[in-house]
């Protein structure tokens, strides 16, 4: 079905920037890029898809079963998004919020030109129908320079969607839930935004890429729509017959002095609280996980390890489980999405809280980005640390959030979103 060639790179970082650059032609484009980052279950340092032959985009009505029926219909590589949204196609639950960016529930497509990157080598998987073009692509590429821009500051002023005393109430009104067992930990986010507003989309994707430089990295447009995310956080992998979620759930800030950054990563390793965050989703993520397992195979491989990222410390579980080869892929995903680490525990009930307190449609944010490839293996991230942009309304957007429990603090809550939130607001404000 696709003409394959591979292609040996003298200067590999030069030619993903002058890649990334000429794919800008295109309607349809997916960028991954793990950033030389050294995980434990990468397959490829970098991927970039674009040409769309075939897509599906729909809103959350149906949604996981018309994935299952295109990817079966197309046999063949597939990349797109699940919103957060689709939670309402998987259990009985609404999102009514305020949405600026009107992005589709879900989108996919097969792109006709597929770059696979690994070490020194890229290789392009093309269809028949452009197979042709292999020759006149590569030197295309090899020879594009980024055109000249003024490097001017971006002039935008940033919007609070929750304002800071009200963000108090919130934390306060989740936390009698808490009290009262509704829940024992929800993830509650908030939106910053600017309106009226026009980015240079991968000119902004460049900037926060090179202050995160995290193992998710992506890019996405889908026509006048943008993602670019800074993610250092796998949603979920499936790799023959091995499934793999690795959930976030504790935030430390870094320091410029070793000694400080080295008490601040000591810290967050002895924080019960937020030790504790993590192994409440690492046991919903286990139950989620159990619904597709094979009996017996779901597995904990880490609890609770530090990794350390340019902007901050991060404590990070990896989860894992087998299941039969004749598993759907979609039931896999459809039976754990929404991510733990993005909603709480329950799950459900949670999931109803946050929608209750929120202010905005979570839509892209907090929901996934990745790939299915046609033997049916998948790769995830989920999107968090990003930047959200609808050309066409002008609105550019950026959320966080944090995982409330018994022990939260809304001060503590609060300055951590805003170290979360700092990458996107330097990038945006320049």
Not at 3 to 13: G, M, R, S
Not at 224 to 251: F, H, M, N, V, W
Not at 338 to 366: N, V
């Amino acid at each position: 079905m696709r003409t394959t060639k591979k292609h040996k790179l003298t200067n590999p970082e030069q030619f993903k920037q002058n890649i990334l650059t000429w794919s800008q032609q295109f309607d349809d484009v997916v960028w991954l890029d793990s950033n030389q980052y050294q995980q434990q279950y990468s397959n490829f340092d970098a991927v970039l898809a674009v040409d769309a032959f075939t897509g599906l985009q729909t809103d959350y009505h149906n949604a996981f079963e018309q994935l299952k029926e295109y990817q079966s219909l197309t046999n063949d590589w597939i990349f797109g998004y699940l919103s957060y949204d689709l939670k309402n196609d998987v259990e009985q639950l609404q999102s009514n919020n305020f949405d600026g960016l009107g992005f589709p529930d879900l989108y996919f497509f097969q792109p006709k030109k597929l770059f696979l990157f690994k070490d020194d080598t890229v290789t392009m998987q093309y269809l028949k129908m452009v197979d042709d073009e292999f020759d006149s692509d590569l030197k295309a590429i090899c020879h594009f320079e980024d055109e000249e821009r003024s490097n001017l500051p971006n002039d935008i002023k940033i919007h609070l969607r929750i304002h800071k005393d009200e963000y108090f109430n919130k934390i306060e009104t989740m936390l009698q839930h808490i009290h009262r067992g509704d829940i024992y930990e929800a993830n509650f986010c908030q939106e910053f935004y600017a309106d009226n507003t026009t980015i240079n989309p991968l000119d902004t994707y460049k900037k926060l890429n090179a202050i995160s430089r995290p193992p998710f990295a992506t890019f996405l447009k889908c026509n006048d729509k943008y993602l670019l995310s800074a993610s250092p956080e796998r949603y979920i992998k499936k790799e023959g017959t091995k499934i793999i979620s690795q959930p976030i759930k504790g935030t430390a800030k870094r320091d410029a002095d070793y000694i400080m950054d080295s008490i601040l990563k000591h810290d967050l390793i002895a924080d019960q609280k937020e030790r504790s965050e993590n192994v409440m989703i690492v046991d919903l993520v286990r139950n989620d996980l159990s619904l597709t397992a094979k009996k017996g195979s779901v597995k904990v491989e880490e609890l609770c390890q530090i990794y350390t990222f340019n902007q901050v410390h991060q404590m990070i579980s990896t989860v894992t489980s087998e299941v039969e080869a004749d598993t759907n892929p979609i039931d896999i995903i459809k039976t754990t999405f929404p991510m733990g680490s993005m909603t709480g525990a329950p799950k459900i009930s949670a999931m109803t809280i946050i929608e209750d307190l929120e202010e905005t449609k979570r839509g892209l944010y907090s929901g996934a980005v990745g790939y299915i490839s046609p033997e049916g293996n998948f790769d995830f991230n989920v999107v968090i640390r990003s930047i959200i942009y609808n050309e066409t309304n002008k609105y550019v957007s950026y959320s966080v959030g944090g995982a409330i429990t018994a022990k939260s603090d809304p001060l503590k809550e609060y300055e951590e979103c805003l170290v979360k939130a700092k990458a996107m607001r330097t990038v945006l404000e320049g």
